[in-house]
């Protein structure tokens, strides 16, 4: 039986900080020695009961996902877990893996990833914890890997060799069983327990077309089973969907900016009657229709209020939540239906308790993502057969739907302007003289109305009662408007500033404006009041949604 290994590095790391989702660096750091293994070893070593418990390792596919795979394995088996389950070609989407952990009852998952940034080896890498229930590792679990890894001074492993993932197989590695395993086929039960894929393959087939845009991420093998293999639509509603280490280029963040070619095929040629697309790691999801861009936020909202169309949420939803900066539309359906709606702090693992405790069913972020309890991360593709169902049953297009909702509910116009990769101390400087004049921006006249709440966000979980503050900083308007700014927990490079802006429509007679349009006094007074395009130099933000 090949020995365990123990490899002495020359000192601790200091910047293994986890962010909003997991670590995040460039694929060039990852790369440097021991970097990786002494994040691996402060997980194994913050988790209780490894000894014979299940692991799920699995990545989006980006450059390194193989290589780093290998490397778990053999430090896994080195702390003596039961048994590893990977899937074939290492390929699993963050929803998949959540739902893996729940199926196998394994103690927690490792996700290769960083998410919507681009990858490569001039791109960026990432790894991510989910615990038990299929989620993302809460911060109390987050703060313990950090505390570790600055102080780790070596990690142990197993150094054999490890099977290629190509093929299904089971392998021994010292005490611990490797199970290469079909990586999608849970994930489609999961999908047709949850949707009735017949229904909505007999509304696709009726003139109805519509096209997948993968980013030649990790969806592409699940989007074929299920839009190909299983509800028999042409591979050709499939755009990039084969898995590439750099992403073919492409930044795999599927909004207007990133995902411009999906956009110009339904906003501008007209050429399909609904298109979508997920980012590196499945978990976000972009809806579109013919000419019609759907926000985010009024997905959520969409989705919320049409879960009774859908057949796993037939018996009803206990409840709605969604991250503060995402737009009050939920909020509207969840008065009018009469369940709880909770708000959160920005990042999926604040939903993970109100989930657990079945307090609410479904949740979302502004951020193109959206889920439900299912599983414990958001889920691009469920979303998107979510929509098709709510289509497929009221046989109508996106805009008739969006505006349909609009003249029942009213309109959250929203936005949300990134200024990505600027100068850290800009950003900090924007953020700062926010901050230091809130006390006096609390009454004062703004956009045409009055600021009521100026404050910076706090949070205390309803479940197990924890802190969260510092969570951004938020302006609320007499008239229902919000303007909230943050500094982004996921960027690698310099720091990228998220302002979002909302304002709820004033009659039935204000409810088809351009949102940026429609925001235009909270846009410019908040330029007025912080100097934004000047200190950032840029004239306009680096993504509009
Ligand atoms: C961003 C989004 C946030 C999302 C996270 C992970 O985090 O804004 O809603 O949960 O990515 O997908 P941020 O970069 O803003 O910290
Ligand atoms: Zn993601």
Same mark, same amino acid.
């Not at 691996?40 to 000894?51: M, P």
């Not at 593709?381 to 169902?389: D, E, M, P, T």
């Given at each position: 039986m090949p020995a365990i290994k123990n490899v002495n590095v020359s000192h601790p790391f200091s910047d293994q900080k986890p962010g909003t989702s997991g670590?995040?660096?460039?694929?060039?750091?990852?790369?440097?020695?021991?970097?990786?293994?002494?994040?691996?070893?402060?997980?194994?070593?913050?988790?209780?009961?490894?000894?014979?418990?299940?692991?799920? =390792?699995?990545?989006?596919?980006?450059?390194? &996902?193989?290589?780093?795979?290998?490397?778990?394995?053999?430090i896994c088996s080195a702390h003596k877990v039961g048994t590893i389950i990977v899937p074939t070609r290492g390929l699993l989407s963050t929803p998949?893996?959540? &739902?893996?952990?729940?199926?196998?009852?394994?103690?927690?998952?490792?996700?290769?990833?960083?998410?919507?940034?681009?990858?490569?080896?001039?791109?960026?890498?990432?790894?991510?914890?989910?615990?038990?229930?299929?989620?993302?590792?809460?911060?109390?679990?987050?703060?313990?890997?950090?505390t570790y890894s600055q102080s780790l001074t070596s990690y142990k492993l197993i150094d054999v060799e490890i099977p290629n993932l190509k093929d299904e197989g089971s392998f021994t590695i010292h005490q611990t069983k490797l199970e290469i395993i079909d990586g999608v086929q849970s994930y489609v039960s999961l999908m047709e327990d949850i949707f009735d894929f017949d229904q909505i393959g007999d509304f696709l087939k009726n003139d109805f077309s519509i096209v997948f845009d993968a980013m030649n991420a990790v969806t592409g093998p699940y989007a074929k089973r299920i839009f190909v293999d299983r509800i028999g639509l042409s591979d050709q509603c499939l755009l990039n969907s084969e898995p590439m280490p750099d992403f073919g280029n492409l930044h795999p963040d599927p909004n207007l900016t990133y995902a411009n070619k999906l956009a110009d095929l339904l906003l501008n040629k007209k050429l399909y009657s609904f298109g979508a697309a997920c980012d590196g790691d499945g978990d976000r999801?972009?809806?579109?229709?013919?000419?019609?861009?759907?926000?985010?936020?009024?997905?959520?909202?969409?989705?919320?209020? &049409?879960?009774?169309?859908?057949?796993?949420?037939?018996?009803?939803?206990?409840?709605?939540?969604?991250s503060m900066p995402t737009s009050m539309a939920v909020d509207v359906v969840a008065k009018e239906l009469d369940i709880p709606c909770y708000e959160t702090p920005t990042g999926w693992k604040f939903f993970g308790n109100l989930l657990d405790s079945g307090k609410i069913t479904?949740?979302?972020?502004?951020?193109?993502?959206?889920?439900?309890?299912?599983?414990?991360?958001?889920?691009?593709?469920?979303? =998107?057969?979510?929509?098709?169902?709510?289509?497929?049953?009221?046989?109508?297009? =996106?805009?008739?739907?969006?505006? &349909?909702?609009?003249?029942?509910?009213?309109?959250?116009y929203y936005t949300r302007h990134d200024y990505e990769s600027i100068p850290s101390e800009v950003a900090h400087q924007i953020y700062q003289d926010l901050e230091n004049q809130l006390q006096k921006l609390n009454g004062a006249h703004f956009a045409s109305s009055v600021i009521t709440q100026a404050d910076n966000y706090s949070y205390v979980d309803?479940?197990?009662?924890?802190?969260?503050?510092?969570?951004?900083?938020?302006?609320?308007?007499?008239?229902?408007?919000?303007?909230?700014?943050?500094?982004?927990?996921?960027?690698?490079?310099?720091?990228?500033?998220?302002?979002?802006?909302?304002?709820?429509?004033?009659?039935?007679?204000?409810?088809?404006?351009?949102?940026?349009?429609?925001?235009?006094?909270?846009?410019?007074?908040?330029?007025?009041?912080?100097?934004?395009?000047?200190?950032?130099?840029?004239?306009?933000?680096?993504?509009?949604?």
């Open positions: 670590l995040r660096k460039s694929t060039k750091k990852f790369l440097e020695k021991h970097y990786l293994e002494i994040f691996i070893e402060s997980i194994l070593s913050s988790l209780d009961n490894v000894e014979g418990s299940t692991i799920i =390792v699995g990545g989006d596919g980006r450059y390194g &996902n193989d290589n780093a795979i290998k490397k778990i394995v053999q998949a893996a959540s &739902n893996l952990i729940r199926d196998y009852s394994a103690i927690g998952g490792i996700i290769l990833s960083a998410s919507h940034n681009p990858g490569g080896l001039e791109g960026d890498f990432g790894v991510k914890l989910n615990v038990s229930n299929g989620g993302p590792a809460p911060e109390f679990v987050t703060e313990k890997i950090y999801n972009m809806i579109l229709g013919k000419g019609c861009f759907v926000n985010p936020s009024d997905s959520l909202a969409v989705i919320t209020a &049409n879960t009774g169309l859908v057949p796993g949420y037939k018996k009803g939803i206990s409840g709605v939540a969604r479904i949740c979302g972020e502004e951020s193109f993502g959206t889920g439900s309890n299912h599983v414990r991360e958001k889920d691009g593709l469920w979303a =998107v057969l979510f929509w098709l169902q709510i289509l497929a049953q009221k046989k109508c297009s =996106v805009t008739d739907l969006m505006q &349909n909702h609009w003249l029942h509910f009213g309109r959250n309803p479940i197990d009662k924890s802190l969260s503050d510092k969570q951004g900083l938020r302006l609320v308007l007499d008239n229902g408007s919000r303007i909230i700014l943050r500094l982004s927990g996921t960027g690698t490079k310099g720091s990228t500033l998220r302002l979002y802006f909302e304002r709820p429509s004033k009659s039935q007679n204000d409810l088809f404006l351009d949102p940026q349009i429609a925001l235009k006094d909270l846009i410019i007074g908040i330029d007025h009041l912080l100097n934004i395009k000047q200190l950032t130099k840029m004239n306009i933000p680096t993504v509009i949604t």
